[in-house]
């Protein structure tokens, strides 16, 4: 079953900040995050692997919530090259990621 | 070193053809994986394996077969082309379980 991300899409202008939710009814073993520009192949941005675990890549930080069986994209003083569309992805089974299932993804629109 | 290589990347099909999509990595990955990318649909897995000689299916299996006698490639054949299988398909890898997924530049594929 896939994670539901929201929003489905999102505008925003430079310099505002922008969270992208990702939640399962089942459980996470561990939450990663993805970005694809449009006409490229989508590039790991980073892995979450503990309850309450915060990462960051640039500004963009990650919080996972094993409990809630959710994790939060924080995205801060967006960039032009912030644009893309984001994906969220869990394991089915365990912690292997031969199977890793992702949500629909998050489109999100920076405007100069 | 090349990463991730997919071939070809573009193809039309006319329904009940046969085709594979070549995919080869020179990291010297186990995991390695096939999705395909449909409008609003976000990436949706087809087949996976965790090691040579080891296969298993994903979300979307129908229509598609896999085998990998290498480590280094993981051909996907479709059967018998139908226009539901019209679609971006990515080939990704990864050196073990939790580790980021590398993808390939992807296919486009067209069946009329």
């Known amino acids: 079953q896939q994670p539901v991300q929201s929003p489905q899409a999102v505008i925003l202008r430079e310099g505002e900040d922008a969270v992208i939710n990702c939640s399962s009814s089942?459980?996470?073993?561990?939450v990663h995050w993805y970005r694809q520009k449009h006409g490229e192949a989508p590039v790991f941005l980073m892995i979450?692997?503990?309850?309450?675990e915060q990462k960051g890549h640039e500004k963009i930080s990650a919080s996972f919530n094993e409990k809630k069986q959710q994790s939060s994209l924080y995205l801060t003083a967006s960039q032009l090259s912030y644009s893309g569309t984001y994906f969220c992805?869990?394991?089915?089974?365990?912690?292997?990621?031969?199977?890793?299932?992702f949500g629909k993804g998050t489109k999100l629109s920076v405007k100069p | 070193n090349a990463g991730v290589t997919q071939t070809p990347e573009f193809q039309v099909l006319k329904t009940g053809q046969s085709m594979t999509l070549q995919c080869a990595q020179d990291m010297n990955h186990e995991y390695m994986s096939w999705y395909r990318q449909d409008p609003g649909m976000g990436l949706r897995l087809i087949h996976y394996?965790?090691?040579?000689?080891?296969?298993d299916q994903g979300e979307v299996p129908n229509g598609y077969n896999v085998s990998r006698s290498t480590t280094e490639d993981f051909p996907l054949r479709l059967l018998s082309a139908a226009p539901s299988q019209t679609s971006v398909y990515f080939c990704?890898?990864?050196?073990?379980?939790?580790?980021?997924?590398?993808f390939g530049n992807g296919t486009r594929l067209t069946v009329t």
């Open positions: 089942k459980a996470l073993y561990s």
């Open positions: 979450l692997l503990k309850g309450g």
């Open positions: 990704a890898s990864s050196y073990e379980g939790l580790s980021p997924l590398h």
């Open positions: 992805g869990s394991p089915d089974y365990g912690g292997s990621q031969g199977n890793l299932i």
């Open positions: 394996s965790v090691g040579a000689g080891i296969t």
